[in-house]
């Protein structure tokens, strides 16, 4: 069994002790910092000179400061850069300024557990993972709750790096939902896992190959993209809200039937040999070396799949039904600077 740490587990005295600078102002690095403030921590956001962000930062109240600059005054460090970037970021901002008694969290394990980062001996290397967007732990935090957390120790040269993540956590609203403690190697291995097969990769090839599926049977898209793109959170609601039993249970049982004998046929056994081989690759580190290697070339496979997937006719048709429901706000990369 997995223990579970709530409020009472976390002594908010730990955080509160600390000079925290965060690290990145993008989806963890705006709910950590700003969470972490209104929690009363002492918090410094670290961007570049320039950074388009270092204005949303400081509108939002938080103090702003180059890398390097929160690096030297911090002795508690979240690097909420990019996975990609981290690498190159630590050696170039973080390695040099790093003294006895500084810890250096995380909220990924990918740099330190594939060794694109090994921190010195006398550091605490401590993971506080929220297990949901940034936005959400931010939203969740205002609104009195909070995300699932998981909290992580990699190198303990204090002693006490658990329980300063379990602070750091309590600070940001994670003990108010559930933190679990992991290890780095599980929680990296797992995450890539998660969005390479279902989340984003599984999900993503499903309604593509779904969507053009019934176009190219004559269907028109909107009716396609109510079908493949837009129901799908309603059915992911359920699921959410009471498992697979649940959600067959809330849809008619044509729906049921549908499930229980097309979806294995979706899935196969071809499948599911499939993920082992993606669960091979990611344990191995090979789809991290694969990743540092495309990022270090430009990124040319992320900027072809980016325009591409702009092109698709889901996205197209999507774009144009969104803006007609009244109910949200429709969102594109490009409302996120
Ligand atoms: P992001 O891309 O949203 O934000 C990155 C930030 O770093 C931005 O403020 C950007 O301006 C800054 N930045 C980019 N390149 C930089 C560079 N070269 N030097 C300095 N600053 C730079 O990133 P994110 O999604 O918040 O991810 C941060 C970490 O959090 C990653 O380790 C990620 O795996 C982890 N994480 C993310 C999520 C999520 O939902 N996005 C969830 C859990 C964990
Ligand atoms: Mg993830």
Same mark, same amino acid.
């Given at each position: 069994?997995?223990?579970? @740490? ?14 925290? &600078? ?12 700003? #969470?972490? =403030? ?14 388009? *962000?270092?204005?949303?930062? /400081?509108?939002?109240?938080? =103090? ?5 600059? &929160?690096? !030297? +005054? ?15 970021? $630590? ?23 594939? !060794? ?5 001996? @006398? ?7 929220? %297990? ?8 969740? $935090?205002?609104?009195? /709750? ?5 909290? &992580?120790? #990699? ?29 780095? %190697? ?38 396609? $993209? ?6 799908? %959170? ?5 699921? +959410?809200?009471?498992?697979?039993? +649940?959600?067959?249970? /809330? ?20 499948? =599911?040999?499939?993920?082992? *081989? ?12 694969? +990743?540092?290697?495309? @990022?270090?070339?430009? /990124? ?21 039904? *969104? ?7 429709? %969102? ?6």
């Amino acid at each position: 069994m997995t223990t579970m @740490y709530y409020e009472a587990d976390a002594d908010p005295s730990l955080i509160a002790r600390r000079r925290v &600078a965060v690290m990145g102002f993008g989806s963890q690095g705006h709910a950590h910092a700003l #969470n972490l =403030k209104d929690s009363g921590v002492d918090v410094i956001v670290g961007l570049r000179d320039g950074s388009p *962000r270092v204005q949303a930062a /400081s509108d939002a109240g938080l =103090k702003v400061v180059n890398p390097e600059t &929160a690096a !030297e +005054w911090a002795d508690l460090i979240m690097v909420l850069v990019p996975d990609q970037v981290q690498k190159g970021f $630590y050696h170039d901002v973080i390695a040099q300024r790093l003294s006895v008694g500084d810890a250096l969290f995380f909220a990924h394990g990918f740099s330190i557990h594939f !060794e694109f980062i090994s921190p010195p001996g @006398y550091v605490d290397v401590g993971m506080v993972a929220p %297990k949901g967007p940034g936005h959400l732990v931010r939203r969740q $935090y205002v609104e009195g /709750s909070g995300v699932p957390t998981l909290v &992580a120790v #990699n190198q303990d040269a204090s002693g006490g790096t658990l329980a300063l993540a379990l602070s750091y956590a309590h600070a940001i609203g994670g003990t108010r939902a559930g933190v679990i403690e992991t290890t780095f %190697k599980d929680e990296t291995e797992t995450d890539l896992f998660g969005e390479q097969v279902i989340l984003c990769g599984g999900v993503d090839s499903l309604i593509q190959a779904a969507f053009e599926t019934l176009t190219e049977g004559g269907y028109t898209t909107e009716m396609a $993209y109510f079908e493949v793109l837009h129901e799908l %959170k309603l059915i992911v609601d359920l699921l +959410w809200e009471g498992g697979i039993e +649940w959600m067959r249970h /809330s849809v008619s049982d044509t729906a049921e039937y549908g499930d229980i004998t097309r979806g294995p046929r979706i899935v196969t056994a071809e499948t =599911k040999a499939e993920m082992g *081989r993606i669960l091979a690759e990611i344990q191995s580190g090979e789809f991290a070396r694969e +990743w540092m290697a495309e @990022y270090e070339a430009g /990124s040319p496979k992320l900027t072809a799949a980016r325009a591409a997937i702009a092109e698709h006719p889901v996205e197209a048709t999507g774009r144009a039904l *969104r803006e007609m429901m009244t109910f949200m706000v429709a %969102k594109t990369p490009k409302d996120d600077v």
